[in-house]
């Protein structure tokens, strides 16, 4: 058995504070995730960051999510010059001009109803597929559609923290 660890997790160890902080802003915007998991460092392993990535994200508050989900842009919509969401939201390119059309209308209803952007790991997801869950989610009682986006949003996260242990000439692609 080895105990070195993945170059990426030893990179991630030995960033400073405010560059392992920065880093992790990057993988979700809510201050107390990235508070638990600048706490856990160093972790010997990937499984080490993932646990405690699952650990904060089970004790975030609702105003937690809500900074959180803040930091998302609205499904077919992302941020102009941001990688991320582009890459996140790739199988959006693809998709009719009805659907997008109609996923703006129901991302609209959906802020409407929640008070947030609709909130669901987009990676691998057509646009069909998007507007087929955002169409289902939408008539959810506020506490389940709190936990669906708890769980989203941890799906989101531990891809993000996946991606940030890569090896630098991976991350750039």
């Known amino acids: 058995m080895t105990t070195t660890s993945p170059p990426g997790l030893t990179r991630f160890n030995a960033l400073d504070e405010p ?17 638990r998991l600048l706490a856990a460092r160093p972790g010997a392993t990937a499984g080490d960051l993932y646990a405690a990535s699952d650990a904060a994200m089970a004790a975030l508050t609702a105003d937690d999510l809500g900074e959180a989900m803040a930091g998302h842009p609205p499904i077919g919509r992302p941020r102009p010059g941001d990688p991320t969401s582009a890459r996140e939201q790739s199988g959006m390119a693809g998709a009719a001009d009805t659907v997008k059309a109609e996923l703006l209308a129901l991302n609209l209803a959906y802020q409407e109803r929640f008070g947030h952007v609709f909130l669901i790991c987009a990676t691998g997801r057509g646009g069909e597929e998007m507007r087929d869950a955002l169409r289902e989610r939408i008539g959810n009682p506020p506490e389940r559609e709190r936990e669906i986006v708890r769980t989203e949003l941890g799906k989101i996260n531990r891809i993000r923290l996946t991606r940030l242990l890569e090896p630098e000439e991976d991350r750039s692609a």
Do not use: D, G
């Open 19 to 35: 560059a392992a902080r920065s880093a992790l802003h990057e993988v979700c915007a809510a201050s107390a995730w990235v508070e």
